[in-house]
């Protein structure tokens, strides 16, 4: 198979194709094979009647199609894998030229040609050449003594008290909400602690001061159900109230809650969790810190087609029209992503980031329990959605961040460095750490010819004329209209003369492609 690619433009290539009629004889003797079952051919049973038998009965034209329908795709991934490149649009493709299949002497081939957008060459950064300020992490005893307080609250023991309910008490009752005289929900026997706030809004408020066999009434608003949102009137009936008695935090519990025979050792222990703790959340905002700064750096150009598809399918998805305004409110979010998306994936390709079943596995799962599903439902509504290679890429993405903040300067508010590895740990073994060459220099823009000089009675009638017809500020060929919002385009454009906007239109052929403005400028 030969291919031939031409590079249309930064961001989108011409593939030709040629698949001579000896390579193609496999696929096509194992389409007529496939054929032959499906049709009757006396003196033949089902599949087994030669291939010249089922060429005179369901001709060799029929074959050939079922051949290329069979495999053309196989042909296109084979040709985009030795031209190296990373299509990332729907391929456009034509057929040339069919092979004739005539025999071992056939010098004809199928030819096809495709047109995809493809992902342009991007430059890395090198993150060792940026500087990430996180939080500063201090960790004090009323960390070390919440850590314990907490480490108690599970080890404490609940004691009925006659006293009026308290913040932290729990309250064992029933509850009934109403809106107007109808009884809309109902629980029985429940045990809340009070300042939990996990319930409805003024519950704690409520409670607090209510005896055993009590009643308290309010009103709020219904957090779920049928009637979520809506305001009742509630009555709940406190039963009893217990408060909660934690153990001493002396050497005898360190011994019942942990490892440790002494509270010392305990307290030591949980000093080093809440600095870990603190750590990792230190680094939260360190990742995209890192990712913006990669971002400005870099410079490529996005396939536009790639994003007109994104747009069109949410407007699609939101049951708008193709034309909607909608779009354009949406095209800088969208770019914004795909940009990300392609440059962490070649930083992905560079650090030769390796995504391990387990670990999407476990991704999955808490993809599942992030949306309430089962993950067992959830793993199989992806496969079958075709997520799952998406989900992949997204674990893929987030591994070559942390790899990148391994390399980059990292320090927190007061200047002092960041050890990333003690908080991501050391990187995997089958990671590699790329070469960071410099930035490439743009090209240079072609300059067009030099005119000759005009003579001297002319210079003096062009410059009238250029004055009478002069654009707007920022005109004659210096406004870039994909530095510019639609509606700042049209503005411009209607200062303009006819060929300054013919010029904007081609400039937003070129660029952008915006269809909304360019049937506005073409109008």
Do not use: C
């Not at 961001?11 to 696929?27: G, Q």
């Not at 599949?47 to 060429?55: D, L, Q, S």
């Not at 308290?166 to 909400?177: I, K, L, P, T």
């Amino acid at each position: 198979m030969k291919q031939i690619v031409e590079n249309l433009s930064e961001t989108r290539a011409k593939l030709s194709v040629e698949v001579p009629a000896k390579e193609f004889e496999a696929d096509y003797d194992k389409a007529a094979k496939e054929l032959a079952k499906q049709v009757n051919i006396p003196g033949f049973r089902a599949g087994k009647a030669p291939r010249r038998v089922v060429e005179s009965k369901i001709g060799r034209g029929y074959i050939i199609e079922q051949a290329i329908n069979d495999n053309l795709d196989k042909y296109y991934q084979a040709a985009v894998a030795e031209a190296g490149i990373v299509p990332m649009s729907r391929p456009e493709v034509s057929i040339d030229e069919v092979p004739e299949m005539k025999g071992k002497d056939d010098v004809t081939a199928l030819k096809f040609t495709v047109e995809v957008d493809v992902r342009p060459e991007i430059w890395m950064p090198n993150p060792a050449d940026f500087t990430v300020e996180v939080p500063a992490v201090e960790v004090n005893d009323d960390d070390v003594e919440a850590e314990l307080t907490a480490l108690r609250e599970r080890f404490a023991t609940l004691t009925t008290v006659e006293r009026e309910a308290a913040e932290g008490d729990y309250v064992s009752m029933d509850m009934v909400a109403k809106i107007g005289d109808e009884e809309v929900d109902d629980v029985a026997g429940v045990s809340y602690r009070i300042g939990d706030g996990n319930m409805l809004e003024g519950q704690d408020e409520a409670l607090k001061g209510a005896k055993a066999d009590s009643t308290v009434e309010f009103k709020a608003k219904l957090a779920g159900g049928e009637h979520e949102g809506e305001e009742a009137d509630v009555t709940i009936t406190v039963h009893s109230v217990k408060e909660s008695v934690l153990p001493d935090a002396d050497d005898d519990f360190a011994q019942i809650a942990s490892e440790f025979d002494t509270i010392d050792e305990l307290k030591t222990s949980l000093r080093e969790n809440a600095e870990k703790s603190k750590a990792n959340s230190q680094l939260s905002g360190a990742y995209q810190k890192l990712v913006d700064q990669l971002i400005e750096a870099s410079d490529f150009p996005l396939p536009q087609g790639v994003i007109d598809e994104e747009i069109a399918s949410h407007l699609q998805n939101e049951g708008k029209d193709a034309d909607d305004p909608h779009a354009e409110e949406i095209r800088g979010d969208v770019e914004e992503a795909l940009r990300t998306q392609l440059l962490l994936d070649t930083y992905a390709e560079a650090f030769k980031v390796q995504v391990s079943q387990e670990e999407l596995l476990d991704f999955l799962v808490t993809q599942a329990q992030m949306y309430g599903m089962d993950p067992n439902q959830f793993v199989q509504a992806a496969a079958q959605a075709g997520q799952i290679n998406a989900f992949a890429g997204e674990l893929a993405r987030n591994k070559a961040v942390m790899a990148a903040l391994r390399l980059a300067q990292v320090k927190d508010e007061n200047g002092k460095a960041v050890d990333v590895n003690a908080i991501l740990g050391e990187k995997p073994e089958n990671e590699e750490t790329p070469e960071f060459g410099a930035k490439p220099a743009k090209k240079a823009a072609a300059k067009p010819a030099k005119k000759a000089e005009p003579k001297a009675e002319a210079v003096e009638a062009e410059v009238v004329e250029a004055e009478a017809t002069a654009a707007p500020a920022g005109a004659a060929g210096d406004f870039d209209p994909a530095d510019h919002k639609v509606d700042e385009v049209l503005d411009y454009v209607a200062k303009a003369d006819d060929a300054e906007k013919a010029r904007v239109l081609e400039a937003e052929k070129a660029g952008k492609g915006r269809k909304t403005l360019i049937a506005k400028l073409e109008a």
